[in-house]
């Protein structure tokens, strides 16, 4: 999805060509294996190895440039009021990329702050091209928390994972957490920060689901209702983040894990 997505495709598309050679491999060697032990015990009953060669053959990844964005248009640094409209207008699909009705569609982001760009424009315009499937990849593990120190993403209520659990806890009758959340962040504001460490409160509104519960959760929010295609959404873990940028230990935004008081402050005061 572009285009800040281009890095994380290419690594995605490396990992995924390297998959497929390992795969053609075991595939060839289970085919010589196969014709090895027939020509020495049963050479009536012999290994179609034309047939196995075009497997191994049509063993390939396909990649396509299916949507372009007009670079021009900077949707994620925009006023509210402004946003949705230019979003709607800056992605455009490459026609005859896709097979409509056989292909399911992988698309990369960087990440799902809101989720508005994915349910205003992406979605719709691939769901266009008639894919029977749109798998979309998050690079990033669910943004739950605001990011107090770069980026301001402090609306706590915007956050696509954030809204997904509190949805959760609304439709199974836990709405007593949130109140008791609100109290705790509240108190935790009256406090002055040199008065110790702080407990980040926020995180309980997560304590009750698994990560896949908040995804499918999201999924069902951020669906156009008029999107043919099923839709399925997959985040990175936090686990796997850290395994591939160890040098890089900042995971505040998806764990709640501030490291300095005033950052956890923030955070309370985000949803109070």
Known sequence: IPNTAELAYNGLV???QAETARRRTELLKD???KQRGENGANAGNGIDIEEALRRVGAMTVRTEKV???DAKIRTFIQED???ESLTMHAYDVHYG????????LIALDDSIVRGNTLKNAILRTLDRLGPKRIIVLSSCPQIRYPDVYGIDMAKLGDLAAFRAAITLLQERGQQDIITEVYRACRATLSRPLKSGDFVNHVRRIYGSFTAAEISAKIVEQLTPPDINAKIDVLFNTVEALHEAMPEHSG???FTGHFPTPGGTKVC???FV
Do not use: F, M, Q
């Open 14 to 16: 490396k990992e995924a």
């Open 31 to 33: 085919v010589l294996d």
């Open 67 to 69: 949507v372009h964005k």
């Open 81 to 83: 009021s402004n946003r």
């Open 97 to 104: 990329t896709i097979r409509a009705g056989e292909d399911v």
């Open 251 to 253: 995971d505040w935004y």
């Open 268 to 270: 309370c005061r985000a």
